[in-house]
């Protein structure tokens, strides 16, 4: 086997070359000191593998960071709105309690005097 | 006069109502936001998944060095053997192939999908998830009942406050207008209320579908890298049955019985089993957010029956939803 320049290598050249490996240490012939080294194989390739999965997803952070404050910002609108129409609630409420203390003020006021 | 202020009153009513906003469906936008909650369970899960499956990698690395070496970190072997590593790995020295035939306890884990990136994409599923909560808190119909009824209140105490002041033969006529004034004014606030929520989903439309893409785009790497920590998991697995089912006469260090190696690969095979259902459980996840997207479209449909995507949508998440209790146990 040659050198193999794991940055360089395709998804499905990875995926080859793991596969190859897991049939190879299943191999009954093999002696420890191999199963070890190929054990130790496979873990750097998934390892560097790992490490170019983590630049992909890192180049859409950026997005995500600003698709999370929209997020929170429609939340918030949401919120706001839906605390608005509690808040007019309660003030009509209140204003309506008024009005009917105030209608009974005047219906005192107004009522014929004995 | 009287007739004409009744039809005047009649008319506007009819104008507000015309123009009538609907709000979505509340049960309909509670079920989508259940919905969201689900898929971005199993999306946070599978996310987790990856960090555990690396610890066990690692776990089973160390667990090979330690019964086919006995711990030993510094022979010539071992020398020998980070020097092949180093030989065929491009980049890799020998120092830090080296690594291959030591452990440390606890074992360190194998790389993972890092922090921040693990981080953000539940941050955002979570943003997803609060805004559809936000949403179902937001359409409560009993919210825009109340505000009417508060409306109507107000127009019964009006009437009734200004009733001693006015002439006796005004009464019969102002009592039924104030009534309808007061409908038409709670109907126009709770209008305007239903148009400002559709606002707000309409403008997180663009944004939920950017989320879609970028989310699906970090699925596919995720359950790729899940997919080969599993393989990776797997030989360090079947290293390690290898080591202890070895041939006294193929190695120095090989001392388990047949009966050891037998129990080592029944439990072998059921942690296989166990990991493989969530290495695979991403599959076919693009479906939950391409139909978590036709739901919330469909939301803003007028036609308040529409429910082909929502149904859809909380299908496919039901299914997924299954798949938690397995995805949380350890």
């Excluded at chain 1, 918030?76 to 009509?92: I, P, S």
């Excluded at chain 2, 079920?31 to 610890?55: C, L, P, T």
């Excluded at chain 2, 409560?140 to 209140?153: F, H, L, P, R, Y």
């Excluded at chain 2, 090989?254 to 990991?275: G, I």
């Amino acid at each position: 086997m040659g050198p193999i320049d794991v940055d360089k290598l395709s998804d499905s050249d990875i995926d080859a070359i793991l596969e190859l490996i897991e049939d190879l240490v299943g191999n009954p012939a093999l002696l420890n000191r191999d199963r070890i080294f190929l054990a130790a194989l496979a873990k750097a390739i998934d390892d560097r593998a790992t490490d170019l999965a983590n630049a992909t997803l890192d180049e859409q952070n950026p997005a995500i960071k600003e698709l999370i404050k929209e997020f929170g910002d429609r939340k918030d609108d949401l919120k706001n709105a839906h605390d608005r129409l509690v808040a007019t609630t309660a003030a009509l409420n209140q204003f309506a309690q008024g009005v009917t203390a105030f209608g009974k003020l005047i219906g005192v006021l107004t009522a014929p005097k004995k | 006069m009287v007739a004409w202020l009744r039809i005047g009153v009649a008319v506007s009513v009819a104008a507000v109502v015309g123009a009538c906003a609907h709000l979505p469906s509340d049960a309909k936008v509670k079920q989508f936001a259940s919905a969201v909650d689900k898929a971005a369970a199993v999306y946070i899960q599978s996310i987790s998944f990856n960090r555990d499956i690396s610890e066990k990698t690692g776990e089973e690395n160390a667990a090979g060095v330690y019964i086919a070496r006995g711990g030993a970190a510094d022979d010539a072997e071992c020398i020998a053997l980070a020097k092949r590593t180093a030989q065929i790995l491009v980049g890799m020295s020998a120092q830090s192939a080296s690594k291959a035939c030591k452990y440390s306890l606890p074992p360190e884990s194998t790389k993972q999908i890092s922090d921040e990136n693990r981080k953000l994409r539940l941050s955002l599923m979570n943003a997803i998830g609060g805004y559809a909560k936000a949403l179902g808190e937001a359409a409560d119909k009993g919210a825009i009942d109340n505000v009417e009824a508060a409306v109507m209140t107000l127009g019964a105490a009006t009437s009734t406050a200004v009733t001693p002041l006015l002439a006796g033969a005004a009464i019969p006529v102002l009592s039924p207008a104030t009534k309808i004034v007061a409908r038409s004014v709670g109907l126009a606030v709770g209008n305007a209320y239903a148009v400002e929520i559709r606002q707000v989903m309409a403008q997180a439309e663009e944004p939920l579908k950017k989320a879609v893409i970028l989310l699906k785009a970090s699925v596919v790497e995720i359950r790729k890298n899940n997919e080969r920590k599993f393989r990776d998991w797997r030989i360090q697995k079947k290293a390690n049955l290898g080591i202890i089912a070895a041939k006294p006469d193929s190695d120095d260090l090989s001392r388990s019985t047949t009966s050891e190696a037998y129990v080592a690969f029944r439990v072998a095979v059921s942690e296989a089993r166990d990991l493989q259902t969530k290495a695979v459980a991403l599959d076919g996840y693009e479906n939950v957010l391409d139909s978590m997207l036709k739901a919330h479209a469909e939301l803003l449909e007028p036609d308040a029956d529409a429910s082909d995507a929502l149904a859809k949508f909380t299908k496919v998440t039901d299914d997924f939803a299954a798949l938690a209790p397995t995805l949380q146990k350890k």
